[in-house]
């Protein structure tokens, strides 16, 4: 059984910053691909940003530069830190973990609210 729990979302002024946490229970999770997902009212869910088991990142187009992903496999705990957060980066975000075909892990997500 897999669970992915999130923390850290809250409300944020515009430039601002926030670091998520996403604390799984996993076996072998070095072995997992991890990522964040986010979704705002009347969109799709889209990728912001996942990491491999190996450490190499890749981020949305929207977030680089700007959020950084990053992984403690010590910890089973990924984390994405947020800043120069603009309005348009408010959505719920979602804790993602897959390996290779496996099937799709999801968290409860956390909201994230830029203020303007």
């Known amino acids: 059984q897999v669970h992915l729990v999130e923390s850290g979302g809250g409300l944020v002024q515009a430039g601002g910053s926030l670091r998520l946490s996403c604390a799984a229970s996993?076996?072998?999770?070095?072995?997992?691909?991890m990522g964040w997902y986010r979704q705002a009212p009347g969109k799709q869910r889209e990728l912001v940003a996942a990491?491999?088991?190996?450490?190499?990142?890749n981020y949305a187009d929207s977030v680089k530069g700007r959020f950084t992903i990053s992984r403690d496999n010590a910890k089973d705990t990924v984390y994405l830190q947020m800043n120069s957060l603009k309005p348009e980066d408010t959505a719920v975000y979602y804790c993602h973990a897959k390996y290779v075909l496996g099937p799709n892990y999801w968290g409860q997500g956390t909201q994230v609210t830029v203020s303007s």
């Open positions: 996993i076996s072998f999770f070095s072995r997992y691909t």
């Open positions: 990491i491999t088991g190996g450490g190499e990142p």
